[in-house]
Each structure stands twice: as C-alpha cells, then as structure tokens.
C-alpha cells in the first residue's frame, strides 16, 4: 500500500515540530536535531521536515511503498507514460536506506517513490551528503537523467 510523502525545508525545526505536532495531533515518529518525520495513518502520510539548508517549502512529493515489489511496478506505469526517471538503489539519506527512483512533474515540482529498507544513523551517508553537508544540496537527489531543479531543490525522503 503507497503512502503520499511530503518533504517540506523549514527555517526553524523546533518551531516547526511544535506546529506540526499540534496540526496532526501526534509527536514525530524521528526526530534528530535537523529533522523529523510523522508517519501518520489518517491520512496515510509520511510527513518530513528538516532544517539542512535550502529553499524554505515544499521541497519534494512522493510515495512510499511497502515493498520493492510494489515499487517497480510504479517504476514501470511511470515509465510506459513516457516519464524520465532516475533510479537510485541502495540510497542512503533522511536517516535511512532506501532504494527508490526520481521523476520530475512538468512544472519541475520532484517526485520520489521509494521503499525503506533500514534506518541510519545520520541524515545522509551518499558522497555527495558527506563531501558538502552545509551546502544546502540535497544528500540523494540524482545526479543525472532528471533536469537540474531537482539536482538544486531536493533534499531527501
């Protein structure tokens, strides 16, 4: 079963997490010094938010599945429609070990579907994450085949 995911860049984490708690009525589910994330079931969401750096917004949508199954059965509607993806096996961000893929809305808003495999424990263990972790870039966002928007914009699950 798909769960909608939303990962929105804020200016203040413990503002935010204050908000966020009061809005769904829950605590998160992972909260680190730079990020949190409520998986929440009604509605069936996993709502992230961290303070990395960035773009203050919504930074990324996606699904997350339940298996790798279910996972490139999306991969594969997506591409039968023409869509560009960028696959990414084995990433590791947001505090965990995911194996998903990228794709690019026509107003360059970035999807990402993906399936966890395992948590970690930092916020992202890829080269690019640990090479410039101030930068404001994103730890796992592709790095080829999607247009450069989401190279700029995207952080990670």
């Not at 203040?12 to 909260?31: C, I, K, T, W």
Request: aromatic share 8%; charged share 20%.
């Amino acid at each position: 079963m798909k769960r909608f995911h939303v990962h929105v860049v804020v200016p203040r984490l413990d503002e935010s997490v204050r908000f966020y708690s009061s809005m769904f009525g829950a605590e998160p589910s992972v909260l680190k010094d730079d990020y949190a994330k409520w998986m929440l079931e009604d509605p069936r969401m996993n709502f992230a938010i961290s303070a990395r750096g960035g773009e203050v917004g919504v930074n990324h949508l996606g699904f997350q599945v339940d298996s790798d199954e279910e996972l490139t059965a999306l991969r594969e509607q997506v591409v039968a429609g023409s869509v560009v993806v960028q696959d990414q096996p084995g990433a590791q961000c947001c505090y965990a070990n995911s194996n998903k893929y990228w794709a690019q809305d026509p107003a360059g808003v970035p999807w990402e579907t993906y399936h966890t495999l395992g948590g970690i424990p930092m916020f992202g263990a890829d080269s690019r994450e640990s090479a410039a972790p101030d930068a404001g870039g994103a730890c796992c966002a592709p790095v080829t085949s999607i247009p450069a928007v989401i190279e700029k914009k995207v952080g990670c699950c």
